[in-house]
Each structure stands twice: as C-alpha cells, then as structure tokens.
C-alpha cells in the first residue's frame, strides 16, 4: 500500500483547511486508518482513529474541529480541519494498518501500530 498526503499550506488561525491521503495497491487488506502529527521538536501525535465500519475517534485537542472521512470510490482519506490554531502547526501525516482489533481505540493512539505511512504534509497557522 502506497499514501500520498497533500493539502497543507499557510494559513491564518481560525481558516479552515482539508488535508487528502490517496492510497493505491492492496488497500482491500487495510481495516484501520489514522491522522498523526508532528510540531518540530515533539513526538508524532495521535489526532484521529477510524477502524472499519465504525465512526472517527478524536484527540481532545482536535475534537469538534477536526472531521476524518474517506471516499471509497477513489481510496482517499480526508480531513477537514476548522477552526485552526497556531498549535495545529505541524507535519501532517496519514496512516494505515491492517490489524483490527475490536474495543478501546488507545491501542491505535501509538505511531508503532502503524504498518503504511503517506510523506506527510506541513500545516503551518499563524496567528
């Protein structure tokens, strides 16, 4: 499975934006999709978990902001994000596994459960 992210930019706090994550080869196997991000100097960060047939699981720090969705038809995932603020700043990038397990999300919280990863993509706010 190959990602390609892309949709970031330069923005103002409170614009929005929406990142995409095209996935192509044998994406039929892949059950579970992510958003992490990276601010310079700190450890990749869970932003939103989506295991199959279930709905998005948000960080609280992005939680009524942020919107993850996939398009089927053409193997995109998306995410929209409103509202944004300069400590949204940061590397932007897209994941996926093909391990399922059913109950709490926090399993999937951690970078390291991650099997594909898109190049990511910089999201920069000013203020």
């Known amino acids: 499975v190959q990602l390609q992210a892309s949709g970031g930019g330069l923005v103002q706090a409170g614009d929005s934006l929406r990142l995409s994550c095209a996935a192509s080869g044998r994406t039929f196997s892949v059950f579970v999709e992510a958003w992490f991000r990276q601010a310079p100097g700190k450890e990749r960060e869970f932003v939103v978990v989506r295991k199959s047939g279930d709905i998005p699981y948000y960080a609280d720090s992005v939680k009524g902001r942020f919107t993850a969705s996939r398009n089927t038809a053409n193997n995109t995932m998306y995410l929209q994000m409103n509202s944004l603020k300069p400590e949204d700043t940061a590397v932007y990038y897209c994941?996926?596994?093909?391990?399922?397990?059913?109950?709490?999300?926090?399993?999937?919280?951690?970078?390291?459960?991650?099997?594909?990863w898109g190049q990511g993509t910089l999201v920069t706010v000013s203020s």
């Open positions: 994941a996926l596994t093909n391990k399922l397990l059913a109950g709490s999300h926090a399993y999937y919280f951690s970078p390291a459960r991650y099997v594909y």
